[in-house]
Nanobody, 129 residues
């Protein structure tokens, strides 16, 4: 059974930074493309970033581009989301997810939530103004 556990969330002032981590157990981590999603209160879950199984290909939402960086360490079975220049509108529960179907590079198709089979519980990020 594949399990994902996020950590690193918290309260930060606008302009600050946070680094989220997602630890994966079970399954074969290096077989999965990985994604980060977020959900703010009263809003639908939205795509933030995705990374290929090798780490060589990434894709970002427009809101994340230039401020967030997704990375992974296959030896540690972890994926990360470095978030800089945080804004109050980044406040949300951030979840990581595993996509076992993407074997090549990451494209806009990886924004589709339906591609992701395994999900973590999420970690709260709150950005104060």
């Amino acid at each position: 059974q594949v399990q994902l556990a996020e950590s690193g969330g918290g309260l930060v002032q606008a302009g600050g930074s946070l680094r989220l981590s997602c630890a994966v157990s079970g399954g074969t981590f290096s077989n999965y493309a990985m994604g980060w999603f977020r959900q703010a209160p009263g809003k639908e879950r939205e795509f933030v970033a995705a990374i290929s199984w090798s780490g060589g290909s990434t894709y970002y939402s427009d809101s994340a581009k230039g401020r967030f960086t997704i990375s992974r360490d296959n030896a540690k079975k972890k994926v990360y989301l470095q978030m800089n220049s945080l804004k109050p509108e980044d406040t949300a529960v951030y979840s990581c997810a595993a996509d076992p179907t993407t074997t090549q590079g990451i494209t806009a198709q990886n924004m589709d939530i339906r591609r992701y089979r395994y999900w973590g519980q999420g970690t709260q990020v709150t950005v104060s103004s």
